[in-house]
Every structure is written in structure tokens, then in C-alpha cells.
């Protein structure tokens, strides 16, 4: 099975930074690509950014050009670097995976914890 932690969340003002990290661990699958979601209370959830196994990147409209993705494949980590926060980037932030087992070939998707972030003055 996999597990998914995330750290890294927190208050900051806006205009200021703040890095995730989700850690995964785990023996059965083989992680291909991960990615970052987040929900604010009363908001659908949304999809963030993404990273393939390879390293090709996509990013929602909404943080374009201020948030980048990246991963440490050695280290099993998927990081989220934000810059230039905003007050609506308030949300959990939730990493995901997604895996094929070694043996069987199944597909599943899995989901951290979520990690606070909270953007004010």
C-alpha cells in the first residue's frame, strides 16, 4: 500500500512563499504521476498542478507563473513551491499519486492527509 504525508502549510501574508512536500512510501506500487489539489470551505475541490514520472508539468490557470511542481523521484517527494501568495490560495492542500501495482497491473489513485495553507494580512 502507499501512504501520502504532506507538510510544509501554514499562515503567511500575502505576497510571501511557502513550500509543500508529500512524502510516499510504500512497497506495492510503482508511482507514476503526482499532483496537487486543494479545497477552501464552501469551494469545490480544485485541481492545482501536475507532474508526470518524467517531469512534464502542467498548472491551473489560477497559480500559473507563481506556483511550480517538482519531484525527487531518489527521495519519493513531490514538492510545491508557492510564490506570490494570495488571499484566495487559502485552502487544504492535498497531494495525490497515482500507482500501478508491480504484480497485478491494478490501478489506484491515492490521497495525503491534506495540509493547511492559509494566505492574510
Known amino acids: 500500500q502507499v501512504q501520502l504525508v504532506e507538510s510544509g502549510g501554514g499562515l503567511v501574508q500575502p505576497g510571501g512563499s511557502l513550500r509543500l512536500s508529500c512524502a510516499a512510501s510504500?512497497?506495492?506500487?510503482?508511482?507514476?504521476?503526482m499532483g496537487w489539489y486543494r479545497q477552501a470551505p464552501g469551494n469545490q475541490r480544485e485541481w492545482v498542478a501536475h507532474?508526470?514520472?518524467?517531469?512534464?508539468?502542467n498548472y491551473a490557470d489560477s497559480v500559473k507563473g507563481r506556483f511550480t511542481i517538482s519531484r525527487d523521484n531518489a527521495k519519493n517527494t513531490v514538492y510545491l513551491q508557492m510564490n506570490s501568495l494570495k488571499p484566495e490560495d487559502t485552502a487544504v492542500y492535498y497531494c495525490?499519486?497515482?500507482?500501478?501495482?508491480?504484480?497485478?497491473?491494478?490501478?489506484?489513485?491515492?490521497w495525503g492527509q491534506g495540509t493547511q495553507v492559509t494566505v492574510s494580512s
Open positions: 510504500g512497497s506495492i506500487f510503482r508511482i507514476y504521476a
Open positions: 495525490n499519486a497515482e500507482g500501478i501495482a508491480v504484480h497485478t497491473g491494478e490501478e489506484s489513485d491515492f
Open positions: 507532474i508526470s514520472s518524467g517531469g512534464s508539468t
